[in-house]
């Protein structure tokens, strides 16, 4: 007999998703966190997109500590001397609050504490190191030749899925499918960032960037998200480019974007608070593990569900989701009595008819787009050229906007077959 129905493993969003969930339905789970208290060393931008939390915390938005609801979203194109953003602010946002930015130090003791709350018992500081296996099932979880027994373990480790390597069920990552996002929170006065920004109180800004003026070459984005009375900015770079890059490092890219004659003013007078760096998932669908096996599932991070296509970086979201769907594949076996592989494929079947599998498949190689050279420098380029010609008056007779258009294309080479197909697979995929 098992000493729990279920033990999770990590109190991120996905973990603790799945133990709010279980304990709400009476199961008797085991939250097990290294870090402590829960949250400590965790990072999001963040923007969470937070639909999913009403599933296992109905007046989520009432209690949760968000900073701000993201009523202004944009993306922007830098260049060494420029900016070119698409700004979009809409009452529809302030009325369907989807968005809001947070802080996970304190988000995620909060998730914790709804699942103690539940009724999960949440262990903080204690590390697993493997899956504990007996006649090829998982049983339980092992930490330095200590184990806990349960009917099934779900994984919720987060990007660098070490238990789940350990354990044999996911290959080792490769520096394609990461990337390393570095982070500063710089502290600064509410009534100073609503002056900034242009922000009424409790609305906010949020703004992914292409940083298209990196020395060496470096393809990074940027971003840079507005809290109650600090910024939350930074850099994520994929970490096959900065190994091939070799000369560059990651804490030179947060500095040259912090720098940015446009970056720089929105963040002057700011006391840095916290500084931080974590993997971020990239692989997207094709390096996404088996995510279930003979007594065990793994969610979130760890089973590759996150991605960025520039726009937005999402991967909170399909962390708390994919919690939740574990845990309802757990109480189906459970009904059973079998946690063999064959009843816990009901996982994969789950995730496959919900929104988190059809984005991870619409998006299927949008690395390739977020990490090429032809959205890193000849977009930002092109667009540069084209808005100079637009805006800049010098006395000379005006060009119709498609020559302009034209001329700024060939002039940053884009008029290229190549370029051309490139165009046509970057908005495909996107
Ligand atoms: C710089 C950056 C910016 C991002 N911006 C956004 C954003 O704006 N919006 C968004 O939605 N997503 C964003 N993401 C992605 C988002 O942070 C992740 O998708 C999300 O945190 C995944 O949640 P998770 O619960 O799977 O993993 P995590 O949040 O990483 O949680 C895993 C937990 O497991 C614990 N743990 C790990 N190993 C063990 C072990 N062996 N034993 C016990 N505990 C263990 C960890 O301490 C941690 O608490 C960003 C990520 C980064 C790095």
Redo the contacts with the bound molecule.
Sequence with gaps: MSEFDAIV????????SAAIRLASSKKNVLL????DP??S?????????GNGLSAIIPDWEKTAPIERFVDTKSVAFLTQDSKIAIDFSSKKLEQKKTGYTVL?TKF?QWLAKKAKEAGAMVING????KLHMEGGRATGVEQEGDVITADTVIL?????P??AIASGIHDRLSDHDVAI???EVISLPESTINERFNLKSGAGFACEYVLGYLKNGTEAGG?L?TNKDSISV?I?VNMAHLRENGETHSYDLIQEFLDHPYIAPLIAGGKMQEYSA????EGGIRSMPKVFGNGYMI????AG??FSNGL????????IDS?VVAADAFIKAQEKGDYSEKSLSVYQDMLDSSYLMRDMKTFRGIEEVTWSPFVHKQVPAMLESLMMSLFMEEGKPKKHITSNLMDAMSKNGMLRTSSLLETYRMIRRM
Excluded: I
């Design positions: 493993v990590g109190a991120g969003p996905a973990g603790a097990v966190e290294k870090s829960p949250g060393k965790n990072v999001s931008g963040g923007v969470l997109w996970r995620d204690v590390t697993v190191e919720c480790e987060g990007a660098n070490r238990v996002g570095v982070k971003f998200y930074g994520v974590h993997l971020v998932q969610a979130g991070d760890s569900f996150s937005v970086l999402q991967g909170m979201n399909y962390a919690g």
